[in-house]
């Protein structure tokens, strides 16, 4: 059970975490209208900071649009609302929760005229797959259920509706003794997890599924491409077929609440030594560091969520 914090955001406005309360006629519980994000804040040595906040707004504006929501709140007043949610909250590593829902009003499917109602919440979370997941890795299966097709459900949303998929990937696995299942697209290539991006490694280079294979855009995803980069690790977006999965060196699932979590079997098939592989620690590694404090914020990745303090007079 998560431990509730004192105030969730609604509307413009801090009102106690009981209180953050909606009907059961509203749209969202019929029809599944909601959008959300999953965001980090990590306790730096500098202080919290918002791990890549402007990336996690953008995403959620864009699922907004594509369903058509008018949240009502710029990108910037969002991102503001958050860093004042921690604040109050005065957390220090916390996740967060911004749901975008259609309320209570009319009963239909078409849902324009029901209220936007935009709520903020964060709370304490810790490692998402296990303790010791992050470095010992996870024994997952390939589900027997596929990834929404293109076209049906839109997977570059980030909507609630999307998660009943994902619970049906997520049940069948964890029934069947496995931590997480790995969903396949509708053309039976690599997806992604329930909650999870996937990457792999093949002879030293990182692959991970294009966009068109059914996948959230991952900010985690994002940043691991961007520091393969730096550390001069190749990294393709392409098909991957499920076989592919068995024969790689290493794989690993990304994501805000999964980091990134070395796999260590798929399907009771040991990938490469069986435990996290040196890619994944490398990159690991240099995650952590950066997301600690440890190592500088070279690509802008962290917004404090304390102003920093002014320099002292005569300093
Ligand atoms: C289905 C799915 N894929 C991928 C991800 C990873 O995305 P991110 O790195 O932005 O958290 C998530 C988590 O939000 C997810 O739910």
């Known amino acids: 059970m998560l431990t509730p914090t004192e105030k969730i955001w609604r509307n413009g406005r801090f009102i106690p975490w009981d209180e953050a309360r909606i009907h059961v006629l509203s749209h969202v519980i019929s029809y599944g209208t909601s959008i959300f994000e999953g965001i980090r804040c990590y306790d730096t040595a500098s202080g919290p900071a918002i791990f890549r906040l402007r990336e996690h707004v953008r995403r959620l504006l864009d699922s907004a649009k ?14 503001e609302a958050m860093l004042e949610l921690v ?3 005065r957390m220090r590593a916390c996740y967060l929760r911004p749901i975008i829902l259609r309320g209570f009003g009319e009963m239909g499917v078409y849902g324009s005229r029901n209220p936007v109602e935009v709520f903020l919440a964060c709370w304490e979370w810790g490692q998402y797959l296990g303790e010791e997941a992050i470095s010992r890795g996870v024994d997952v299966c390939v589900s027997s259920w596929n990834r929404m097709a293109p076209n049906t459900l839109p997977a570059l949303a980030k909507s609630g509706a999307n998660y009943m ?17 790995i969903a396949l697209d509708e053309a039976g290539y690599v997806s992604e997890g329930s909650g999870e991006n996937i990457f792999l490694v093949r002879d030293g280079r990182l692959l991970t599924p294009p966009l ?17 980069q730096d550390l001069a690790i190749p990294v393709a977006e392409t098909l991957i077929p499920r076989e592919m999965l068995y024969i790689a060196e ?18 009771r098939i040991t990938i490469g030594a069986g435990r ?34 002014p320099a002292a007079v005569g300093s």
């Open 66 to 79: 594509i369903y058509r929501i008018e949240v009502g709140y710029t990108a910037e007043e969002l991102a």
């Open 87 to 89: 604040r109050v909250n």
């Open 165 to 181: 998929n994902s619970q049906l990937i997520k049940m069948e696995a964890v029934i069947n003794g496995y931590v997480e299942g």
């Open 212 to 228: 068109g294979a059914s996948v959230l855009p991952g900010i985690t995803r994002m940043t691991v491409c961007e520091l393969a």
């Open 250 to 267: 290493e794989v690993f699932f990304t994501g805000t609440a999964a980091e990134i979590t070395p796999i260590r079997s798929i399907d």
């Open 276 to 309: 996290r592989g040196p890619v994944t620690e490398r990159l690991q590694k240099e995650f952590f560091a950066i997301t600690s404090g440890a190592k500088p914020d070279r690509r802008g990745w962290l917004t404090a969520v304390h102003a920093p303090e």
